[in-house]
């Protein structure tokens, strides 16, 4: 987890959370669109079974932005009476969902790959095919960067989803591109054998994010980091003597609910005692998007 993340800073507010994600999971439901036409119809006209399993990857691709943008939707919407802390697991839920459908796209990529073995098909390495690769490897490494800056910076599992998906789909056009470029210069057939490679990869990257994002529903202890940011930022201020029984909970990005027992003098005005308490409770919701409950502990100055 990023620092910013990890510690409270500079947290997302819910709803820029909700317009930043939905935008770029429909940037990604777009450009991979755009790469199934293209890899598919280059693919069909050179006979490359990888290149055609390609297409399908992208395609579950826009399937898992789909998703992502659906988590983001859901997640937006505000607390109700079912759910009084609002709806942010959702995007937990998207990110299991794309990490699954990456691994179902491994397991398909694999067994196109064991038919090309088992039934090898002819392959023409076209001017089309060597284009719409080389276009689709530079595509796929810039939304690779752009989701994973975004997935760090807003501790999105969805976005993480996507980037590590992206990557994968780096590897599998180039590996793609290295059997077509081998086929036309040495007669070399390794298409099959390719496509197997690349799933095993992307199977194994999938269920590290599944694992991930399981971890995240099932309710993952926090941080150190966080708990220490929240302890040391509540401790600034001169009437607290002490802090225990600090309990984070977690509904979601940018849903955190903190509860804490503070020890502050017992022989200060209890209206100025509140005031305190509400100022610093106010604080890391404006600055944290941390809503922190504080129970008055009463001690004797020493």
Known sequence: MDSSAGKGRGAIHPGVRHLVGSSASSKGVAVNLLLVVAKLAAGLLAGSVSAVADALNNLMDAA??????AGFKMAGKKADQEHPFGHGRYEYLAGLGAAVLIMVVGLELGRSGITEILRPTPLRLSPLLLAV?????GVKLWM??????????????????VAADSRNDVVATGAVLISALLFHFTGLQLDGWAAVL??????????GLVKETVSQLVG?????????????????HEQ???????????????????????????????????????????????????????HYDPVPRE
């Open 64 to 69: 898992g932005s789909l998703i992502a943008w």
């Open 240 to 294: 607290v003597l002490g802090i225990h029984d600090l309990i984070v909970h977690d509904y979601g990005p940018g849903r955190r609910y903190v509860s804490a027992h503070v020890e502050m003098p017992g022989d200060e005005d209890p209206l100025v005692t509140h005031a305190i308490i509400d100022s610093i409770e106010r604080r890391f919701l404006e600055e944290d998007q941390i809503h922190l409950i504080i």
């Open 198 to 207: 690349i799933s095993l990869f992307i199977i194994y990257n999938g269920w």
């Open 144 to 161: 690779a960067a752009y989701y994973g800056r975004l997935g760090r910076r807003m501790g999105s599992s969805a976005l993480k989803a």
């Open 133 to 137: 690769l080389l276009l689709s490897i």
């Open 220 to 236: 993952e202890a926090p941080p150190p980091e966080l708990v220490d940011y929240i302890a040391e930022k509540i401790s600034r």
